[in-house]
C-alpha cells in the first residue's frame, strides 16, 4: 500500500465525492444502483480514510462500503478482459517507396550521350538540353 500526502487525498476524496454527485443527477431513477466502478473508487478510499468519513462524504451506507470492501479484498482480482477485436494494422514498406523521378536521355549528333535521373521537382531542362546540344564534345 503506498502512502500519499493528505492534500492529494483529500483532492482524491473530493474527485469521487463529485462523480457520486453527477451520478446522482444524471441517473434515471432513484432506485439505480449505484454503478460497480463508483464502488470500487470509493473502496479504494477506504485505505485512507476511515469508512465512516468516506461514507459520510460519499453520502453512501457505511455498512454497504464495509460490506462490499469486505467482499472485494476478498475476491480474487479480476482477469483481464480476454474479448478479441479488430485492430488494424498499417503495413509499412519493408523498402522506402522512392519518390517519382525524372529521366532524361539525350544524344547529340556526333554520338555524346547525357542520360540525367533526378529525384528534383523543378529541373531546368531547357538549360540543360541547350547547354549539351550547345557545347562541343571532347574528340570533336
Same mark, same amino acid.
Given at each position: 500500500m503506498r502512502t500519499i500526502p493528505p492534500a492529494q487525498a483529500e483532492h482524491q476524496l473530493t474527485q469521487v465525492a463529485n462523480c457520486f454527485e453527477e451520478w446522482r443527477q444524471t441517473r434515471t431513477t432513484r %432506485?439505480?444502483?449505484i454503478p460497480q466502478h463508483l464502488w470500487e473508487q470509493a473502496i479504494a478510499l477506504t485505505s485512507t480514510f476511515p469508512i465512516t468519513r468516506? %461514507? +459520510?462524504?460519499?453520502?453512501?451506507?457505511?455498512?454497504?462500503?464495509?460490506?462490499?470492501? $469486505?467482499a472485494y479484498h %476478498? $475476491?480474487?482480482p479480476a482477469p483481464a478482459s480476454t474479448a478479441l477485436s479488430f485492430v488494424e494494422v498499417m503495413a +509499412?514498406?519493408?523498402r522506402p517507396t522512392p519518390p517519382a523521378g525524372t529521366e532524361i536521355e539525350l544524344q547529340r549528333p556526333d554520338?555524346?550521350?547525357l542520360r540525367i535521373h533526378t529525384y528534383e521537382p523543378q529541373l531546368p531542362v531547357a538549360t540543360l538540353v541547350? +547547354?549539351?546540344l550547345e557545347t562541343?564534345?571532347?574528340f570533336s
Open positions: %432506485a439505480e444502483p468516506v %461514507a +459520510t462524504r460519499l453520502r453512501v451506507s457505511g455498512g454497504e462500503l464495509k460490506k462490499r470492501g $469486505a %476478498a $475476491a480474487p +509499412t514498406p519493408v554520338g555524346t550521350r541547350r +547547354t549539351f562541343p564534345g571532347c
